[in-house]
């Protein structure tokens, strides 16, 4: 099941990105520290897919697996043309202003789009569910300053975008035909990748096999 990325107007914005110094470099997000191997492992995900949400259950696991291996775990949902940017772009900025809270805001939107089935069709709407399911009264012990104004305004701006157009590159780039998608990146470069093999694959296969990746480079590690 091959779908055209990117709901963002955003072709030309990835052709621009060719000329932005550094774009093409897997980037630490901001506010996220680097990894001590300079290894990422992004996990590409769409909001609608229900594997991806699957998948979304065993973050913890994963995560806790990466930093095992010496890499970071970033999670990186982009569209298809069919679907709002909005709750993509909700996330990013949630990502970038404070670092550790976009792990709810992703559960929540998973929520909103595959059990409440919400289109979020703008910003308002997004915000809109975030505020009615309380996040930033349960976010607030850890973020004091949590602001769904700050947000609105940093998904208003280019940073998001700039996020999305490289998530989809890094698609296009793995020549994977199904989400989620794992890709270890270096130097900008693809390293290694994981993807479903067919449409019919689960949740859990998909995560065995990025345990078992990262476990044999924990392993690996440990003998040097």
């Known amino acids: 099941m ?15 990105l060719l000329y932005i110094p550094g774009a093409n470099a897997q980037q630490t997000s901001p506010g996220l520290p ?10 590409l995900v769409n909001l609608h897919c229900p594997r ?40 990013y900025a949630a990502r970038d202003l404070y670092p550790g809270s976009e792990d709810l805001v992703r559960e929540t939107l998973f929520d909103g ?16 569910y975030l505020q009615a399911h309380e ?5 607030a012990a850890q973020f004091p300053n949590f602001s769904l104004n ?35 990146v270096k130097d900008g470069q693809i390293i290694d990748a994981v993807s479903p093999s067919s449409d019919d694959e689960g949740g859990p296969q998909v995560v065995q096999e990025v345990l078992h990746r990262l476990q044999s480079k924990t392993a690996g590690a440990a003998t040097h």
């Open 2 to 16: 091959k779908r055209s990325l990117l709901s963002i107007a955003c072709a030309g914005l990835m052709s621009a």
């Open 34 to 43: 680097a990894s001590a191997t300079g290894i990422v492992v992004v996990e």
């Open 52 to 91: 991806c949400r699957a998948v979304n259950d065993s973050e913890p696991v994963l995560k806790q697996a990466a930093l095992a291996a010496g890499e970071d775990l970033r999670i990186a949902p982009i569209a298809y043309t069919d679907q709002s940017p909005w709750p993509d772009r909700v996330y």
């Open 113 to 128: 789009i595959q059990t409440d089935g919400l289109e979020f069709e703008d910003l308002a709407q997004v915000l809109s």
């Open 135 to 139: 996040i930033p009264q349960k976010l």
């Open 150 to 184: 700050a947000i609105a305004d940093q998904a208003s701006s280019d940073a998001p975008m700039y996020s999305e157009a490289k998530a989809a590159r890094l698609v296009s780039q793995s020549g994977a035909a199904a989400v989620p998608v794992f890709l270890w």
